[in-house]
């Protein structure tokens, strides 16, 4: 099993910045794509970000230009740096990982608790 941990969270002004951490432990030998997904209330979970193992990137048309998704294979870790956030990027967000490679439109099979991010005046 791959467990990940999402850390970063938080209550932010609108126009501010917040990056998110997914710390991966477990079995993590061999992932594939690792990303981030976001809920708001009322909708559907939604791709926000990912990433493959050699650093090509996908992101959703809402947050291009704003967010970017780093990754440190050494550490097993993926980042998302968020700017100039929007009360429409309140959402849970959710670390995903894929032991398989995929489509980057396509889930992986494992995914964090989710951290919330606020932003709110």
């Known amino acids: 099993q791959v467990q990940l941990v999402e850390s970063g969270g938080g209550l932010v002004q609108p126009g501010g910045s917040l990056t998110l951490s997914c710390d991966a432990s477990g079995n993590i030998i061999g992932l594939y794509n690792m990303g981030w997904y976001r809920q708001a209330p009322g909708r559907q979970r939604e791709l926000v970000a990912v990433?493959?193992?050699?650093?090509?990137?996908n992101y959703a048309d809402s947050v291009k230009g704003r967010f970017t998704i780093l990754r440190d294979n050494a550490k097993n870790m993926v980042f998302l740096q968020m700017k100039n956030l929007k009360p429409e990027d309140t959402a849970v967000y959710y670390c995903n990982a894929a032991s398989t490679y995929r489509s980057l439109t396509i889930p992986g099979d494992y995914w964090g608790q989710g951290t919330q991010v606020t932003v709110s005046s």
């Open positions: 990433i493959t193992r050699g650093a090509n990137k």
